[in-house]
């Protein structure tokens, strides 16, 4: 148990280090991009992620996982799971490019969007042979940690040496391809060194048996893109590109966050693939320390976050970007559920309970699109963010209910304290005596966390279920 928990910890760090690093170059980078493309072309290259990010979950269908899982499970496969695996995602970036040049062909929008586009699409070759799921498996964490770095540096040292005004469009373009390539090159070149040439294997019965077991997460992972994209999609099919350029600045904090929870997860990924295997008492502890530092530390930054929204978005963006204040506010909540619901889906995978992945994220994009259809155009961005959280609050209820019959977690229970404490935050921060509104911020954290402290000491079953396990 000791060595697991060294293990997770050291995972953690490096993953830390990692995407804490590369997520704040790339998120100074972004604030950087909107103050200098403006909201209308920030929205085209936002645009150009989101179809980007739809076609690169072709190109994975998921395999990553499997093959992440795996190479945990059984280290002696790599070289095979490396050569087929691979395999199949360049084959699939083909027929994905192919695809998507086809879709921009047919776009109505200007020339410079789908050049911009086209551009972006490239790095689906880049995310083929990108081997950071390798070495997530066999927890070489700093190999990861590397790439993301790597990736992100290329990225802000390009922004900011060769861009400097909203004409640089194609070249920010240009420069996100290069970012990707990189790292991609650099992590293969550290692979080879360790294992050799992964040999590329053309085995029919193999992508058959893969898929089977991919399918339902890529599925579930195209169907997240409608959770990720869409709503900006249809702000800038419907309202422009600058409507779409504000509301993705006020997600921009947002994703920052998440990525944060689900590398936090993904770093956890192997351990509770095999606490799995080999101890459900120890998988369910696993998952219940995770979800209760979710929210007992994500709940007073969403908090805190809605008190400060404003003040955020003139500080990152600029005062042609204020439109957002009310979007990032809601959106904040998004983190909360996010990682609760990210939570449940590694916990199904690790049990071989994909099936039910699909239908969660069918739920979610469903009940997405439903909503910002309704919702946007009466609302533009205020009624997209309203759609984001209010469908995956839905799907948590959803897997929820799915995980009594698998690994039971008391997310109710553990909500409670972190909860009881925010609404007091809350209700501080409301006082309209607060003169300075970060330190009325801080202020109110520092509540928070008393609250916390105080009621663990009178409630300890809840503390209990906090710090209780043992990984």
Not at 26 to 52: C, D, K, S, W
Not at 224 to 240: A, E, H, P, Q, R
Not at 411 to 430: D, E, G, N, Q, R
Not at 448 to 462: A, D, K, Q, V
């Amino acid at each position: 148990m000791t060595s697991n928990k060294k293990r997770i910890l050291r995972n953690i760090f490096f993953l830390f280090i990692g995407e804490g690093v590369s997520g704040l170059i790339l998120f100074f980078a972004i604030a950087y991009l909107a103050r200098t493309l403006g909201p209308h072309n920030f929205g085209i290259i936002n645009f150009a992620e989101g179809v980007l990010t739809f076609f690169v979950g072709v190109t994975s269908l998921g395999l990553d996982y499997i093959g992440m899982r795996d190479v945990a499970k059984d280290r002696g496969k790599t070289d095979y799971l490396v050569g087929t695996i691979v395999s199949m995602r360049l084959l699939l970036a083909f027929a994905s490019f192919v695809l998507l040049t086809v879709f921009v062909i047919f776009l109505d929008k200007p020339l410079v969007t789908k050049y911009v586009t086209v551009i972006y699409g490239l790095a689906l070759f880049c995310a083929a042979f990108f081997v950071d799921w390798v070495f997530q498996g066999l927890e070489r964490m700093q190999f990861v940690a590397a790439g993301s770095i790597i990736k992100a540096v290329v990225f802000i040292l390009g922004v900011f040496f060769f861009t400097t005004g909203h004409e640089d469009i194609v070249l920010v373009s240009i420069i996100y391809f290069l970012s990707r390539l990189v790292p991609a090159i650099i992590l293969l070149f550290f692979y080879v060194k360790s294992f050799g040439f992964p040999g590329l294997k053309i085995d029919l019965p193999a992508y058959r048996s893969f898929l089977k077991d991919s399918l339902p997460i890529g599925l579930s992972i195209m169907l997240g893109w409608v959770m990720l994209y869409f709503d900006s999609t249809m702000l800038f099919l419907w309202k422009g590109e600058g409507e779409a350029g504000v509301f993705s600045a006020a997600f921009k904090p947002v994703v920052l966050i998440t990525v944060g929870i689900v590398y936090y997860l993904n770093a956890i990924f192997p351990t509770i693939s095999r606490a799995a295997m080999d101890n459900t008492d120890m998988l369910r502890r696993i998952i219940n320390t995770s979800i209760g530092g979710i929210l007992t530390f994500f709940l007073p930054l969403a908090v805190a976050g809605n008190y400060l929204a404003g003040d955020i978005i003139k500080m990152l963006y600029g005062e042609k970007f204020i439109g957002g204040t009310a979007v990032l506010g809601i959106l904040l909540w998004w983190p909360v559920v996010g990682g609760v619901v990210n939570t449940y889906i590694r916990t199904l995978i690790v049990c071989g309970k994909q099936r039910y992945i699909i239908w969660g994220a069918l739920t979610t994009a469903v009940l997405n699109i439903i909503l910002n259809i309704a919702l946007i155009p009466v609302w533009s961005g205020v009624g997209a963010a309203i759609a984001k959280v209010g469908a995956d609050l839905v799907t948590f209820l959803f897997y929820f209910i799915v995980m009594k019959n698998i690994v039971e977690i008391p997310v109710f229970k553990i909500l409670f304290c972190p909860l009881v404490s925010a609404i007091a935050m809350f209700a501080y921060l409301k006082q309209d005596s607060i003169m300075n509104i970060w330190l009325g911020a801080s202020l109110g954290l520092i509540i928070y966390f008393s609250i916390l402290f105080l009621m663990s000491r009178i409630m300890p079953i809840w503390m209990k279920s906090m710090i209780e396990a043992r990984v």
